[in-house]
């Protein structure tokens, strides 16, 4: 109580010593001393918060920072052998790297080669109906098919005169890779032969149409016998439907199948890994 009238008497005194502008000074300064205060103060909060942000953040990095040289302790570690894996490891990939080089020249050997036997053989039998004689390529082989309008009669394995010169422009183009086999194949359409045929069957009637190609290509063309093969496929790998006209003409034909030469082939291959060693 006593304290009371105290301060009561106090800011009587200091109301009475003080004048009213220079009081309403001295107000203005306090409010704006306390709005600085406030400011302070929530700036100071907002450091307290940006200093436990960055604390969180500094033991992660130095978490991470372990780690990492945890994982380079590691990987200075590596043992004797696990280096001398590595290097196998390597060498291994090296060496398939320069295997997959050298089949792949090997390859592109082989197509130009390829490429050059059919340009060679188109450019010989220029002239000759494309209905009746197709030259293509399937996976390195190379495929002359003609048709047998050509070569043969109905029903016979005789060739006609008009045969030996489409066969001559073959053998032209065959004569000059002495190095190349290849196989002469019959083909028929499923009609049977007919009653009082020489031949029994289309088997034997493809049959004797190939070896008729080939006995002529020996002897009027002198091509080497152990150079070529017979087959007879008669009806069984026909190239359209028997089921019209159309589709029988194509499938009546014979077909001279130029094989690579696998042997070379490979011998490419070897050279080209003798001198990646």
């Known amino acids: 109580m006593k304290k ?11 109301s009475s010593c003080v004048s009213k502008s220079k009081y309403t000074t001295l107000q203005d300064q306090y409010n704006e001393t306390s709005d600085e205060l406030s400011k302070t103060r929530m700036e100071l909060a907002a450091c307290l918060d940006n200093k436990k942000n960055a604390s969180k953040e500094i033991d992660y990095l130095k978490k991470t920072n372990y780690q990492l040289l945890k994982n380079i302790g590691n990987m200075s570690t590596l043992s004797k052998k696990e280096a001398e894996n590595l290097e196998r490891s390597l060498e291994q990939i090296k060496e398939k790297d320069l295997t997959i080089q050298s089949l ?19 450019g010989a039998t220029v ?12 996976k390195g082989v190379v495929y002359v098919s003609i048709s047998d309008k050509l070569l043969f ?11 030996l010169a489409v066969l001559g422009k073959v053998a032209q183009v065959l004569k000059s890779q ?11 359409d499923n ?3 007919r009653q009082g045929a020489s031949f029994e069957d289309n088997w034997e009637l493809s049959a004797e149409r190939a070896a008729s190609v080939v006995r002529v290509l020996e002897k009027d063309f002198s ?19 028997n089921d019209s006209a159309e589709g029988r003409a194509q499938n009546r034909r014979t077909r001279i199948v130029i094989l690579p030469k696998l042997d070379e082939f490979y011998s490419l291959i070897e050279e080209g890994m003798e001198k990646a060693k």
């Open 127 to 138: 002239g000759i109906d494309d209905e009746d004689i197709s030259i293509n390529v399937e």
């Open 104 to 122: 792949q020249e090997a390859i592109n050997k082989r197509d130009s080669v390829t490429f050059a036997l059919v340009t060679s053989l188109k």
């Open 153 to 163: 009669t109905s029903g016979s394995s005789k060739l006609s005169k008009e045969a």
């Open 223 to 241: 091509i080497k016998p152990e150079r070529m093969t017979v087959a007879g496929k008669g009806e069984y790998a026909p190239v359209a439907s």
């Open 191 to 193: 009609k049977a032969v």
């Open 178 to 188: 002495p190095e190349l086999e290849f196989m002469v194949e019959g083909h028929t």
């Open 4 to 14: 009371g009238i105290l301060i009561l008497g106090s800011a009587l005194v200091l």
